[in-house]
């Protein structure tokens, strides 16, 4: 795989606590968090979340930005079957597709602008790989895979997937502003997408000059730069940036260029998680547990990909 990144952000921005030019910037965004890149096995994800001194925003606790990449003839992504317990997995594409495969027997390939929401509860396996029909031809990938922590109430409920096609999640636009809103509330729409804690999750497009409010309609808020160059009270942000938004504030965001954003957030969560390789809980105990369950094969296995699975770390 070909790893494309875009430009780096500026100079000025490129620590988790930037000095601004604009006084009202500091006020409107509390902290600027540039991904780290991360190999999972032969693939490179840029990871915003967590970072240092923030562990989530709303329920997203995980957040990986997936490319953009360009596979060779005969390559793409082969992620083994692994485990997850307390968590949702959101996998949402703008390039490329993914071949997803469940212990619930589940077979589906995500396109782009559809939606993977699988609810790990208290506990799933699954495998993420490059169709084959992908492989003959030299694919592409680009997009984001972030995990919401479910609430305690749901941490060990029964084990969930479901999949929005483009034409169920909706879609708001005018103005040079194109929002496929993919999770929760937003702008007077709501996602059918189900997801057991206050929160919100969209793809926006803007083109250049175009203005979007965001209004502070949850506590915690975030604005992730996939491509182009945005503008808030006068500060300039490339992409590859998660910015986090002070709680409290109506801001707009001004776009320089054509640009693609993920905006997310939601209310905080019931108090702090425990996070090991796959597994997020509000105990270190069911971690534990966990541990010990992957190890002794007490998890199910995922129909259709059951030769393979990734060992438990060291």
């Known amino acids: 795989m070909s790893w494309q990144p875009c430009d780096g952000p500026k100079a000025a921005n490129t620590s988790d606590d930037p000095t601004f030019g604009d006084a009202r910037s500091v006020d409107l965004i509390e902290q600027v968090i540039v991904p780290r890149a991360r190999d999972l096995g032969g693939f490179e994800v840029r990871r915003a979340l967590p970072a240092q001194g923030r562990q989530m925003i709303g329920p997203f606790i995980f957040f990986d930005q997936m490319g953009p990449s360009e596979f060779l003839l005969g390559e793409g992504i082969d992620v083994r079957p692994h485990p997850h317990i307390g968590l949702a997995t959101v996998t949402y594409l703008v390039d490329g597709q993914i071949m997803h495969r469940d212990s619930l027997g589940t077979e589906l390939v995500i396109k782009p602008g559809e939606l993977n929401l699988m609810q790990a509860g208290s506990g799933i396996v699954h495998s993420e790989r ?3 029909g992908q492989r003959t031809t030299g694919g592409r990938l680009f997009g984001i895979q972030a995990w919401a922590a479910l609430p305690k109430s749901h941490e060990e409920g029964i084990p969930q997937f479901t999949h929005h096609g483009v034409d169920e999640l909706p ?12 999770m929760g509330d937003l702008f007077g729409h709501t996602s059918p997408a189900a997801f057991p804690h206050p929160s919100f999750y969209a793809e926006v497009m803007l083109a250049p000059g175009a203005v979007l409010p965001l209004d502070p309609d949850y506590d915690e808020r975030a604005i992730y730069v996939l491509s182009g160059e945005i503008d808030i009270a006068g500060d300039t942000f490339a992409c590859g940036q998660l910015l986090v938004l002070h709680p409290g504030d109506r801001i707009s965001v001004l776009a320089n260029s054509n640009a693609r954003l993920i905006v997310l957030g939601g209310e905080p969560m019931d108090g702090p998680r425990h996070i090991w390789w796959n597994f997020v809980s509000s105990s270190k105990e069911r971690i534990e547990a966990a541990k010990e369950d992957w190890r002794q094969g007490r998890f199910d296995t995922v129909p259709g990909d059951a030769d393979e699975f990734i060992p438990l770390p060291d």
């Not at 879609?171 to 993919?182: A, D, N, P």
């Open 130 to 132: 490059t169709p084959e």
């Open 171 to 182: 879609r708001i636009e005018g103005e040079g502003k194109r929002v496929r809103l993919v």
